[in-house]
Every structure is written in structure tokens, then in C-alpha cells.
């Protein structure tokens, strides 16, 4: 009994991982959504901001 509920009780917490990792791929780590937090930002160097994403939207286009 305790074996069943210990293979379910690591698949729950396989899905929320999973769940979270998929959650931050899409809120934080997101490129396109970086760029745009990166181009807003107002504590940062226009030079720093264009070099920035000049970069990576080279990387993002090839």
C-alpha cells in the first residue's frame, strides 16, 4: 500500500515540476518577452538596451 501511494505521491510531484517549468518557459524565460521587458526598461542604458537586443533578435531570426 504505502509502495502505491509513494509512485503516485512521485508522479504528483513529477507533474507540478513539470507544470512549473512549463509555467516559467512561457512567463520568465521567454525570449521575444524578454526583449520586450529588456527595450522597456527604463534603469538601462539606451546603448546597453539596443547592443542587447540587436543580438538577440539576430539570434531569434536565424
Do not use: C
Not at 520568465?28 to 546603448?47: C, F, M, Q, R, W
Amino acid at each position: 500500500m504505502i509502495e502505491a501511494l509513494a509512485i503516485v505521491g512521485t508522479l504528483v510531484v513529477l507533474s507540478v515540476l513539470l507544470g512549473v517549468t512549463e509555467l516559467a518557459e512561457q512567463r520568465i524565460i521567454n525570449e521575444p518577452l524578454l526583449l520586450v521587458k529588456v527595450a522597456s526598461s527604463d534603469t538601462l542604458s539606451p546603448e546597453y538596451v539596443e547592443a542587447y537586443v540587436s543580438r538577440r533578435a539576430a539570434k531569434l531570426l536565424t
